[in-house]
């Protein structure tokens, strides 16, 4: 290949040379200098109109330089591996009016930093068309580890969303989101909702600290309200259900002057106690709290503890909803009960018969009776149901006892 260029293209251009600057064309000056012209020829060809007194650079402008490339050559080239400076991605935009012949693109994203596999891979920043910036780790071509994402408003300014960890593109793990109508959360994420354990301060005033299920308070969680009032006690599907305490917050004497102990349903006390609060030493208003008027009840406490069963029993299926299993269970029950239900599932379907759910609680260590199971079933609005599912099997365990291991 060397010998044809140099047969080709250099002996003429040392022919050339020699007649024009009248040096003996086999000298090294006039072989090194059309060697030269070569080499420049191959990487800057010149225009075909500049090329009449000499036929074979004709040939040298026609040529392609990307054609001396290999097909493995140029993939090679293209391919991006490691650091690299921005690259833009463009999309082809339709014609308006007549076709002129003329493509017109616009540009969709840009994106800075490492790549592998050419894919996004490591620290990177991408940048979309609408201001959209995420600034972070990547892996696979996905935002993958600690990053933080910007939105851009219309006046140019940049609005911090979310930072934190992500896995799969998604937010999860620890985070901290900031949302447009000005709440903010700090805490754990799961697949790009609130699920475990965070702080939530919202833009009306209110602060809850607490568990959270599928982005919604559930479980024990703490509310700070804006009047001063405070709430301790059980949320389900974002309202408060079951055993709380709510601390009343007194203005005229600036502190807690009554509290209700009891039973919540759908936000709302429903059965429970109020009574004064003490005097607090730090407060000296609180020293004349408002009386609360006497109560005269026979049998007071058996009355409050026969509703708060009537309550706790119609609000069971609906407190059983989205139960946390590693909340209720240790990993090692729930091993077990798992190893429990497999064993008599044995064609593979996730369900378990009527007579073979009594089977898998007596594999676990439990013998409750017939009735209590069916009244645990009823609980779960189950009792007419002819397979059970592994959760259904789980709540129904967690309702009847502990698991004996």
Not at 183 to 193: E, R
Not at 246 to 267: L, T
Not at 325 to 351: I, Q, V, Y
Request: charged share 25%; proline share 6%.
């Amino acid at each position: 290949m060397v010998w044809l260029v140099v047969r080709l293209v250099c002996v003429p251009l040392c022919v050339r040379v020699s007649r024009v600057s009248r040096v003996c064309p086999g000298s090294p000056r006039c072989l090194f200098t059309g060697i030269g012209i070569a080499l420049s020829l191959l990487y800057f060809p010149l225009p075909t109109s500049r090329c009449s007194g000499f036929p074979f650079l004709r040939v040298m402008a026609q040529i392609n330089p990307a054609r001396l490339l290999t097909s493995g050559q140029i993939e090679q080239l293209a391919s991006k591996d490691g650091p690299r400076r921005t690259v833009y991605f463009t999309k082809q935009l339709p014609d308006e009016g007549p076709p002129t012949g003329e493509k017109r693109y616009a540009r969709t994203q840009q994106y800075l930093g490492e790549w592998k596999n050419n894919k996004w891979d490591g620290k990177g920043t991408l940048e979309k068309a609408d201001g959209t910036r995420y600034v972070g780790e990547w892996l696979d071509g996905k935002r993958h580890g600690v990053g933080t994402l910007w939105h851009r408003h219309k006046d140019g300014s940049l609005r911090k969303v979310y930072s934190g960890h992500w896995v799969n593109d998604v937010q999860t793990g620890r985070g901290t989101m900031n949302y447009a109508n000005g709440d903010v959360f700090v805490g754990d994420w799961d697949k790009g909702q609130r699920h475990g354990v965070g702080i939530c301060t919202y833009a009306a005033g209110g602060v809850y600290e607490g568990e959270w299920w599928l982005d919604k308070r559930h479980g024990f969680g703490v509310y700070d309200y804006p009047n001063g009032d405070h709430f301790e006690g059980h949320w389900v599907d974002d309202s408060k259900e079951g055993q709380g305490v709510h601390f009343y917050f007194s203005a005229a004497h600036k502190a807690h002057s009554k509290r209700y102990d009891g039973e919540w349903v759908d936000d709302v006390p429903k059965c429970g106690a109020y009574t004064e609060m003490p005097r607090d030493a730090l407060a000296p208003d609180s020293q004349c709290p408002d009386p609360l008027p006497g109560v005269q009840l026979i049998d007071p406490e058996g009355v409050l503890a026969s509703r708060l069963a009537e309550v706790r029993a119609e609000r069971a299926q609906h407190r059983a909803k989205r139960v946390n299993l590693e909340e209720h269970f240790t990993p090692e029950e729930l091993e077990a009960l798992r190893a429990a239900f497999e064993r008599l599932d044995a064609p593979g379907k996730g369900a378990l018969s009527r007579g073979q759910l009594a089977e898998a609680f007596q594999q676990v260590g439990m013998a409750p009776t017939e009735e209590a199971i069916s009244s645990v079933l009823s609980k779960l609005q189950k009792d007419t149901a002819t397979s059970f599912t592994f959760a259904d099997f789980a709540q129904a365990a967690d309702l009847l006892s502990p698991v004996e291991m």
